[in-house]
């Protein structure tokens, strides 16, 4: 069974930075795009970015252009999200996504 792992969430002050992995146990990992999405308290889920198969493609929300950037190690069946000069709009759950499986989130607080 497929499994996705989120980590790296954590308090950070505006302004800090925080790297996101999220492990995925598919033996299919590299064949597909694999996006981030964040649901903050009270909000719908929102897309935040995502990473074609062999990682030469991205697309990002405006929002986070310029302070995240995707990327993904197939030999390790990983995707990150490293986030620069956050915001407290940024706290949110973080979750990634691969072929519909999601998986439990990584809690991101910014503070002000």
């Known amino acids: 069974q497929v499994q996705l792992v989120e980590s790296g969430g954590g308090l950070v002050q505006a302004g800090g930075s925080l790297r996101l992995s999220c492990a995925v146990s598919?033996?299919?990992?590299?064949?597909?795009?694999v996006g981030w999405y964040r649901q903050a308290p009270g909000k719908e889920r929102e897309f935040v970015a995502n990473?074609?198969?062999?990682?030469?493609?991205?697309f990002y929300r405006d929002s986070v252009k310029d302070r995240f950037t995707i990327s993904r190690d197939n030999a390790k069946n990983t995707v990150y999200l490293q986030m620069n000069s956050l915001k407290p709009e940024d706290t949110a759950i973080y979750y990634c996504?691969?072929?519909?499986?999601w998986g439990q989130g990584t809690q991101v607080t910014v503070s002000s």
């Open positions: 996504s691969w072929e519909g499986i």
């Open positions: 990473i074609n198969p062999d990682g030469g493609s991205t």
């Open positions: 598919g033996r299919a990992f590299s064949s597909y795009p």
